[in-house]
């Protein structure tokens, strides 16, 4: 029999839920960046960027060292105010979204940074569900079960979770951050080079894994990567950004005929090449 507890809590949770629904345009794009500008000081990283992400899509996000790639990811998730022009996550432009719209954009997404960024202290199951104890009102087993279904989801073995982040290879670590990603179920993903320090074959478990829940889950997903075979393998289109703005998206054989200098180097030099020589891209979306 149900804890009266446990009821309370499902309850709750399922009414804040519905207080969400409506706060933000279910039709906009997830992610919709006009005429951003962003500047340390005197130094310009971005000027006039222009940018839309796809419902639905995996869109990888390249440029060379420098040109603004975390800039630009840690202004579309509130981390780096922009200087200029708007970011709009489900329609809503968030340097005037109030707490509870901030509230409800931050349960629609989910963030796996470089290092994978988990708290040294704190076990994988207990990184896990932090999200879920911070913006939910699930019961503490409840939180414990989904913490232990996110860990599985992301390739891990259950009994990970008792580990603390120290005690994880690299590729564990990435596979830990992704299940904390995944924790509240978004409908958005970011990824801050989720390859960058994997062995060739761990590299491409991991797309793999990517490409899965990402069709599984239907989510849509934004991805830095300096990967070729990550770019050939899984994503829709690619955004290329150069000279402080995106100069091109689209799809990675596109991109091949573009006639811009550092396009033109990146794709069609030798890694490039070998890269392209991959017979399709995984899955079949």
Known sequence: MSDPDDI???????????????LLDESAPPV???GLSSRFGDRVIHENLNLTVKRGEVLGVVGGSGSGKSVLLNTIIGLKVPNGGSVKLFGQNIDHASRRKWK????????MFQQGALFSNLTVRENVAAPLFEHTKLSRQEIWDLADLKIGMAGLAVTSGTLKPSELSGGMRKRAGLA?????????????????????IGA???????????????????????????????????AVIA????????????LERSEHPWIKDYFLGPRGRAAARTPTKIGHR
Not at 104 to 111: C, K, N, Q, S, T
Not at 207 to 219: G, V
Request: glycine content about 4%; aromatic content about 8%; hydrophobic content about 45%.
């Open 8 to 22: 309370k809590f499902n309850v709750d949770e399922a009414q804040d839920f519905a207080k969400d629904f409506g």
């Open 32 to 34: 919709e960046v006009q």
């Open 104 to 111: 409800a954009i931050e349960r629609r997404w989910g963030v």
């Open 243 to 254: 000279d402080k703005t995106v100069v091109a998206v689209a799809p990675v054989r596109a």
């Open 204 to 238: 491409a478990a991991f797309d793999e894994l990517i490409q899965d829940l990402s069709d599984s889950l239907s989510l849509t997903v934004f991805m830095i990567t300096h990967d070729l075979d990550t770019l050939y393998a899984i994503t829709d289109r690619v």
């Open 180 to 200: 904390r990603a995944l924790a509240l179920d978004p409908e958005l993903l970011f990824l801050d080079e989720p390859t960058s320090g994997l062995d060739p």
